[in-house]
């Protein structure tokens, strides 16, 4: 019997990375990179090479960063993920070239044939830079054109093209790299819906007319409140049915906060429910991850009260998330539904006014997926919190409220997710007083910026004190006339020329000697060259 000697698809080995698993089943699996955390945080830059194949720029090869005046293109930051990919033997999506967003105002402003000859131009260019490059391999050519009606959407390139950019734009960019795999993307398409019935009806129609439409992307920003689409596998089929490739290309789940075990369990079904159906169609290339880390994630500045979407915590910990990605991907799910032994109670060590160092006896785990490590939670009657996870058996807690009793308790998680009971409780109270000696610096940098607007990014948020800090407030000056147009990874209010950034709930933690970065977008009158001034932090 042949089959009895062909290698199992889930031949490697249970514990190899993501992408190890990936390449065995013939996907990739990848996620979105930022630039700031690639350039500069160890942590980040070796899960992404370990555990990922396929990357796609978060920001650095939309319009705003590549050609934010009419003509000057820089490319800083689209290289920069262009050689980690090099570097990773990591195959690049290119994410965007024709979009609503972060476009700047002054491509919006042109006329009908200066735009369309912009926006060729602008093709041509991008594609051009990286056309004989190995490991760009494909683009997103148009993103999100259609409203969630099935309508075109009104963007500034429908009302002064007509529907015709969309086809104009996939020919230029199979003029400047003919081996390129050109990609339509949007989102809430990944169910059968108005909205994906119209991006079926345009691909076939224009693969009808001869317009290179090589593959449509699903970004799938799932969110655990609105339920999992569960015909995305027959969605995909349909579409692969039209003859092009399928993908999904910026995958997360979000939760409302705060985090619970519960919580983290719904999302992982989402995610291994996107794996298999991925894995289930043959034309499906493979999953992108819209980030790994919840340390840097749109989620929290785009959906307010809504967070922690990805794989990792902010602590570049793994999630249950991850177990459920890994395992689809290594071939199915565990049949281990034994727990580990419940572990001992936790005893708190060196407690501050935010941190307590927890150490407990460790459990063991006979049911075959092995010990993956320990949540904390703080006792609170119905609704437990989840304080954090590690994978040995001890925790320094961080972000704890001052002059604050606690009651905490550990449950051991194995490798298939299954938890143990809750440990005995230990307690501990923190005593009073300020958390850190308030020190801390802020510096902004001008990313880049165009005639009426421009990106700070990264501003970097450095604890100069002693003790860590649980919360952090810059503020800023800007100029006469400019106003935020959107901000990452902290909040911004607004009064007169005085901005207040106050972190996100994710980023808040700063270690002594530890940073963390945000950013935002200004815009200001046209041709003024002023940026803001005055940053300090408290
Ligand atoms: C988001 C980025 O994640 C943010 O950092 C940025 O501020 C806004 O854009 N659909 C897309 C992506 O195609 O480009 C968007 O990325 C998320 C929604």
């Not at 150490?359 to 609704?383: F, P």
């Not at 919190?385 to 590690?390: D, H, I």
């Not at 000696?437 to 002693?466: D, L, S």
């Not at 007169?496 to 700063?510: E, I, P, S």
Request: aromatic share 10%; hydrophobic share 35%.
């Amino acid at each position: 019997m042949v089959a009895a000697f062909l290698l199992p698809a889930g031949s490697a080995q249970a514990s190899a990375s993501l992408r190890t698993h990936a390449e065995a089943r013939g996907k990739f699996i990848g996620t979105a990179l930022a630039t700031g955390p690639l350039s500069n945080e160890t942590s980040y830059r070796t899960i992404a090479g370990r555990e990922f194949d396929q990357v796609t720029a978060e920001n650095a090869m939309k319009w705003d960063a590549t050609e934010p005046s009419q003509n000057q293109f820089t490319f800083s930051g689209a290289d920069a993920v262009v050689n980690f990919a090099t570097q990773n033997d990591q195959q690049v999506h290119g994410h965007t070239l024709v979009w609503h967003n972060q476009t700047p105002g002054w491509v919006q402003n042109l006329g009908a044939t200066a735009m369309r000859d912009a926006m060729r131009n602008h093709i041509s260019r991008v594609v051009g830079r990286y056309a004989d490059n190995p490991a760009v391999v494909s683009w997103d050519v148009v993103n999100e054109v259609f409203e969630e009606n099935g309508d075109f959407r009104r963007s500034f390139w429908y009302n002064t093209l007509g529907e015709s950019f969309i086809a104009d734009a996939f020919r230029a960019a199979r003029a400047a790299d003919p081996d390129a795999r050109l990609c339509i993307n949007d989102y809430n398409v990944e169910g059968i819906n108005a909205k994906s019935t119209a991006m079926y009806d345009l691909v076939s129609e224009l693969r009808g007319q001869g317009v290179p439409v090589d593959c449509v992307g699903f970004q799938g920003h799932l969110a655990t409140q609105y339920g999992f689409p569960n015909d995305l596998q027959q969605n995909l089929q349909r579409f692969a049915a039209l003859g092009v490739q399928v993908r999904i290309t910026e995958l997360d789940v979000r939760i409302q906060m705060p985090r619970s075990a519960a919580k983290d369990a719904t999302q992982a079904t989402y995610y291994r429910n996107v794996v298999n159906a991925c894995l289930a169609v043959t034309a499906c290339a493979g999953v992108t991850i819209w980030g790994f880390t919840d340390r840097y994630s749109w989620v929290p500045d785009t959906f307010p009260g809504e967070g922690a979407a990805l794989i990792y915590d902010e602590n570049y910990q793994a999630k249950p998330s991850y177990t459920a990605v890994h395992d689809a991907l290594a071939g199915g799910t565990s049949t281990d539904t034994t727990p580990p032994t419940t572990p001992g109670a936790p005893s708190a060590g060196n407690v501050t006014s935010n941190t307590a160092a927890l150490t407990w006896t460790a459990s063991t785990d006979s049911g075959g997926s092995g010990l993956a490590g320990y949540n904390v939670y703080r006792e609170q009657g119905a609704n437990d919190t989840l304080l954090g996870q590690s994978t040995t058996n001890s925790l320094t807690l961080t972000g704890l409220t001052p002059n604050t009793a606690y009651q905490v308790y550990v449950r051991a998680r194995d490798g298939a997710g299954n938890l143990s009971a809750g440990s005995p409780l230990g307690t501990f109270t923190t005593p009073s007083g300020p958390g850190g000696n308030g020190g801390c610096t802020a510096v902004g940098t001008v990313q880049n910026q165009w005639n009426n607007g421009y990106v700070v990014q990264p501003v970097t948020v450095t604890n100069t004190g002693t003790s860590a800090i649980s919360g952090w407030t810059v503020t800023f000056t800007l100029p006469p006339g400019h106003t935020p147009a959107g901000s990452w990874n902290a909040t911004l209010t607004v009064s007169g020329q005085t901005v207040t950034a106050r972190n996100a709930g994710y980023n808040g933690n700063l270690a002594p000697n530890g940073s963390t970065t945000f950013g935002f977008q200004v815009s200001r009158p046209n041709g003024d060259t002023q940026t803001p001034s005055g940053y300090t932090c408290a």
